[in-house]
């Protein structure tokens, strides 16, 4: 396309899934006999937009992760398999360290399996023209603005109210910038984004997601 990038893919699953239970990370249950990492994966191995891949893992998975990803060719778009940190941000900062010669990069959570080729397409398309973006979706219910109390304090529009998804996607030193003005704690940060507002680079766009999109949290959502 008119205009193209370089973008790499930072697929973060270096957390515990703790919230899932069992003695397994999230991330490695298996969806029709393959792992939830295995389906993001090849999402962006297939996507054409997308010229290499970073995969941050557990520690305790590394060598396997290695293994399965870089050996075989089954994946050719893959550059580095290496170790998450402590927390999401430190996950991130990782991957970045080995992006280095892409002009962008798009973060997205290994436990989002159901990423379509068209919103990796579209967040692609969209970092031609800026410089940070997110893919959303709107929320279906009202949201509750709440104090440390527990007292409601703003009822926002609910049409100004989204969902946030990944990919998220950024021209790339500009999230290495935000990393780094983050400093080393990067533990209040959920998301890339925060990252890049806190820093404050310039506006976030948004673009339409798809509530297909979702992120394997609990075991609720293995159903269905």
Do not use: W
């Not at 997110?134 to 279906?140: G, L, N, Q, R, T």
């Not at 109390?149 to 990919?167: L, S």
């Not at 339409?208 to 269905?224: A, F, H, M």
């Amino acid at each position: 396309m008119k205009g193209a990038v370089m973008v790499y893919a930072v697929i973060v699953a270096g957390g515990s899934g703790s919230r899932i239970g069992g003695k397994v990370p999230k991330q490695f249950l298996e969806i029709g006999g393959k792992s939830i990492l295995r389906r993001t994966v090849e999402a962006f191995e297939k996507a054409p937009s997308v010229g290499g891949i970073v995969l941050v893992v557990p520690t305790d998975y590394l060598g396997k992760c290695r293994e399965e990803y870089t050996r075989g060719g089954a994946f050719s778009k893959m550059k580095a398999v290496v170790p998450g940190g402590d927390c999401r941000g430190e996950s991130v900062r990782a991957g970045l360290l080995c992006c280095g010669g892409a002009d962008a990069v798009m973060v997205h959570d290994g436990a989002r399996p159901f990423v379509s080729q068209d919103i990796i397409a579209r967040t692609a398309e969209a970092l031609v023209e800026n410089e940070a973006v997110i893919v959303a979706v709107p929320s279906k219910d009202t949201v509750k603005i709440v104090d440390e109390e527990g007292f409601v304090v703003e009822t926002p529009a609910r049409k100004n109210c989204f969902m946030v998804q990944t990919p998220q996607a950024f021209k790339y030193d500009a999230i290495v910038k935000a990393y780094e003005a983050a400093g080393e704690d990067l533990s209040a940060f959920t998301d890339d984004s925060m990252v890049y507002e806190a820093a404050g680079l310039g506006r976030v766009k948004v673009i339409e997601g798809s509530y297909e999109n979702k992120k394997i949290t609990t075991p609720d959502d293995l159903k269905g």
